[in-house]
């Protein structure tokens, strides 16, 4: 089962404006990660927060967290044409003795020029 | 440069063959991991390694199997028991395995179809 839950699937914004996607999860985390992947690609490291964080930001990023709704936000101010890729959460917690990531289904945000 | 790299990108399967695909990384990392991808989907975790000479099975592992004879290659057989194959592969490394927050490294993945 998965763990993250992203929402929306799917987001289309113009160039200029800013783009949220949230993550959902069910159970106790360490930390969450977002991830991108454009079509076709590898997935890319954007940036972690942990438990005991509630905001983080990096460049046009800011990545919020609520555990005690079991959910995290990622922001893209200002999108680019560039921004258009699949975006996923995946977070992380001991189980059968290893760190686990779960990685979400994502959402598929095209920012339009 | 480094990274990891995945090898072949596209590959072709005919039923009842066993394929390979191939991931060597250059990153010193000593946890590597194999996920699949479905369309439209997330990635689940079929296969993952903490170290040379040892592996263990993910959440999907059936009709898959993998060896770590050296620290930075980490290949991944899709035999001929995986009914469902047809998906894109990605293969990923980490520093260590039991340290949270780690971040994972991911190839540029392969596709493999069923033809």
């Known amino acids: 089962s998965q763990q993250g839950e992203e929402d929306p699937q799917a987001l289309s914004i113009q160039e200029g404006e800013n783009a949220t996607m949230n993550c959902s999860y069910k159970?106790?985390?360490?930390?969450l990660q977002w991830y991108r992947q454009n079509s076709g690609r590898g997935l890319v490291h954007l940036i972690l927060?942990?438990?005991?964080?509630r905001e983080k930001h990096s460049g046009r990023l800011r990545v919020t967290l609520d555990t005690s709704k079991k959910s995290s936000s990622l922001l893209i101010t200002a999108s680019r044409a560039a921004d258009t890729a699949s975006y996923f959460c995946?977070?992380?917690?001991?189980?059968?003795?290893?760190?686990?990531?779960?990685f979400g289904a994502g959402t598929r945000l095209a920012v339009h020029p | 440069d480094g990274g990891i790299t995945q090898s072949p990108k596209y590959l072709f399967r005919k039923e009842g063959q066993n394929v390979t695909l191939s991931c060597e990384q250059n990153?010193?990392?000593?946890?590597m991991y194999w996920y699949r991808q479905d369309p439209g989907q997330g990635l689940r975790l079929i296969y993952y390694?903490?170290?040379?000479?040892?592996?263990q099975k993910g959440d999907i592992a059936e009709g898959y199997s993998v060896s770590r004879e050296k620290k930075e290659s980490f290949p991944l057989t899709v035999t001929s028991a995986q009914k469902n194959p047809t998906a894109f592969y990605l293969c990923?490394?980490?520093?260590?395995?039991?340290?949270?927050?780690?971040?994972?490294?991911f190839g540029e993945g392969s596709w493999l179809t069923v033809v």
């Open positions: 995946a977070t992380d917690g001991f189980s059968g003795g290893y760190n686990k990531l779960i």
């Open positions: 990923a490394s980490s520093i260590e395995f039991r340290v949270p927050g780690n971040t994972i490294y």
């Open positions: 927060i942990r438990s005991n964080e």
């Open positions: 390694s903490q170290i040379v000479n040892d592996f």
């Open positions: 159970t106790s985390i360490n930390n």
């Open positions: 990153l010193n990392h000593d946890a």
